[in-house]
């Protein structure tokens, strides 16, 4: 976490401070030193969730891109629990960034708190992400050239299948290699996805407006010969016994179940 309470007042990370955990009121000390970016953490025994719950380094980085005002703000739900986002703009929009897995039950219980956000997915997890995507992509259809936003199958890309569920905009970082915002709104197995530079993002969310897409993208539409042999090939695999039993053990071996 980057966020404590030294004498009540929040502070980031500074070599030789000690604080409080605004969630649990529990001891923190800062941990600053050239390996991992500085950040707060807890002392050992502590019973606070986040204590076991360590961020990743592209976490923190994401988080380092806003005012220190806007970081870890602590809200408290109806039931008495509290609930801290990870960025919560002057505007009220809250930027959840997610690198581990979640389920969809916590997804959903936060969406509800928090209802006017936005989730930011950490898409260099896994090496194999970022092919399927940019595989999901070629098969689309681009539907809104001005925005470059595709209409892609969900069911194509493990990735968004994971986070279709999700009732409010999610952006998946791809790093240098791109970073792509899906629509809240979806039709059927179908959602649509739009480049939008990063930069843009971030004043975007600050100053309570919404990002513009990116012209700078590598993608291009193939042609739609080449997209229905594609699909072709999908319905073929989708009824062959020898390439559903490919896919299921493909996937359990990286312990992803479909």
Known sequence: MLICLVNGERRLPQKGLRGTCQCCGGDAVARCGPIRADHWAHMPGAECALAYRPESEWHLRWKRRYPSNCI?????????????????????????FQ??????????????????MVWVVNGNRTQSAEYYFKDMLSLGSLVHPERQTYEVDIGDCEL????????????????????????????GTL??????????????????????????????L??????????????????NPFYEGWEKDFWARRGIWR
């Open 99 to 116: 690198h581990s897995y979640i389920s969809e039950d916590d997804r959903k219980r936060r969406e509800d708190f928090w209802s006017n």
């Open 222 to 239: 193939p042609t739609k010969r080449r997209r229905v042999a594609r699909q072709k090939v999908r319905l073929e695999r989708s009824t």
């Open 191 to 220: 959602a649509y996805l739009t480049p939008v530079d990063r930069q843009e993002f971030i004043a975007a969310a600050t100053d309570g407006r919404e990002p513009r897409s990116s012209r700078k993208i590598k993608t291009a």
């Open 160 to 187: 968004v299948r994971l986070w279709a569920g999700s009732t409010v905009p999610v952006y998946f970082d791809f790093g240098a290699n791109g970073f792509w915002r899906m629509a809240a709104e979806k039709r």
């Open 72 to 96: 870890e703000v602590v809200r408290h739900h109806s039931n008495g629990e509290k609930c801290r986002a990870d960025v919560l703009t002057s505007h009220g929009l809250t930027i959840e």
